[in-house]
C-alpha cells in the first residue's frame, strides 16, 4: 500500500492518480528534437436538415423571390413576424391562374400580425403566367398541381385541362416551389384553390390540420377528388410524402366577398396559432 498525503480535492485527484501510475501533471514544452503533440481534433457537430432550415430562415429577407415563371414573372413570397420564430405557416393564394380569390385572403393576411414564436409566409400566386390570362394551366399550358415530382403521370396527357407537362418537374414555377419548400421546411401549408367549397381530409398526419381549418373556416371537410383521375403529381401529395410538416388543400366558394376573404385570413391564422405548443 502506498500512502500518499494529499489535501483537499486536487490533492487527492492527484494521490489517486500516483497510486494508478498516471501523470495528470500539465505537459512541460516540447524539447527541441520531440514532435509536437498532435492537436486535439475538434468535435464534429451534427447539423440536421431543420437545423440547416433554421438557418437558412434567419438569413432570408421578408420579401423573396422564389423564381420566374414560364415568361418571366417573379414569384414572389413574403415573411410577417420574426425570421427567427420557430414554427412557420405558409399560405399559398393560387396555383391556378382562373381561381383568383385565395389571393384575395393573401392579401388579408398582410394586415394580421402573427402571435408570438410564429412566422407567416404567403405566397400571392405561384402561377403569374395562368393569372395574367385568367387560364387554370402556365404559360406552356401545364397544369402546375399535376407537375410535382410524386406519383407523376402521365396518363392524363390528352386532357388539356390538366396536362402534367412531359415529366414532372419540368416548369420553373415548379421548380422554384420544390426548391423554396425544401429550404423553408413550413410545418404547415394551406393551398388555396376554387371553388369545391371544403376542405381536403387527406390522409393520416395532414388530417388533424385539415380538420381544424375546416373547423376555423366553418367549410366541409371532404376527400376532394382530382377531377383528372386519381391525384398524381400535386403539390401537397409531393409535400406531405417528403416532409415532416402538413400541406393541406383549400377550395374556397366562386364568390369571396371583401368580408369573407378577411374572416378566411383570421381563422386561417389562428390555426397556424396551434402550430405553437401552449406556454408551460
Ligand atoms: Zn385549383
Known amino acids: 500500500m ?27 514544452p516540447a524539447r527541441a528534437g520531440e514532435p509536437l503533440p498532435a492537436p486535439t481534433p475538434p468535435t464534429p457537430t451534427a447539423r440536421t436538415i431543420d437545423d440547416v432550415a433554421r438557418g437558412w430562415r434567419a438569413a432570408a ?17 413574403h415573411r410577417q413576424g420574426p425570421a427567427t420564430a420557430p414554427y412557420v405557416l405558409l399560405v399559398l393564394g393560387q396555383m391556378h391562374g382562373s381561381e383568383p380569390r385565395g389571393r384575395d385572403v393573401v392579401r388579408a393576411m398582410g394586415a394580421l400580425a402573427p402571435p408570438a414564436q410564429l412566422q407567416v409566409w ?34 392524363y396527357s ?14 420553373p414555377e415548379v421548380r422554384a416551389m420544390v426548391a423554396f419548400l425544401d429550404r423553408l421546411r413550413p410545418a404547415l401549408i394551406v393551398s388555396l384553390h376554387q371553388h369545391y367549397t371544403a376542405v381536403d381530409l387527406g390522409t393520416g398526419k395532414v388530417r388533424v390540420w385539415s380538420l381544424r381549418l375546416a373547423s376555423a373556416m366553418r367549410l366541409r371537410s371532404v376527400v376532394v377528388p382530382c377531377r383528372s383521375g386519381p391525384c398524381s403529381g400535386t403539390m401537397t401529395a409531393w409535400f406531405n410524402h417528403g416532409h415532416p410538416g402538413s400541406a393541406v388543400t383549400v377550395e374556397l366558394p366562386l364568390t369571396v366577398s371583401p368580408a369573407l376573404a378577411a374572416a378566411y385570413a383570421r381563422s386561417i391564422l389562428r390555426v397556424g396559432a396551434m402550430l405553437v405548443p401552449p406556454a408551460a
Not at 429577407?61 to 413570397?77: C, E, F, K, M, N
Not at 403566367?129 to 406519383?151: E, I, M
Open 61 to 77: 429577407p421578408a420579401t423573396l423571390v422564389v423564381g420566374r415563371s414560364v415568361q418571366g414573372r417573379p414569384i414572389v413570397a
Open 158 to 171: 390528352s386532357r388539356a385541362l390538366y396536362y402534367p407537362g412531359r415529366a414532372s418537374g419540368t416548369e
Open 2 to 28: 502506498v500512502l500518499v498525503r494529499a489535501t483537499g480535492i486536487r490533492g487527492t485527484v492527484l494521490a489517486v492518480a500516483t497510486v494508478l501510475g498516471l501523470s495528470l501533471l500539465p505537459a512541460g
Open 122 to 155: 404567403t405566397i400571392p400566386t405561384m402561377n403569374p403566367d395562368g393569372a395574367a390570362r385568367g387560364r387554370r394551366t402556365n404559360a406552356r399550358g401545364v397544369d402546375l398541381n399535376r407537375n410535382f415530382p410524386y406519383l407523376w403521370s402521365s396518363r
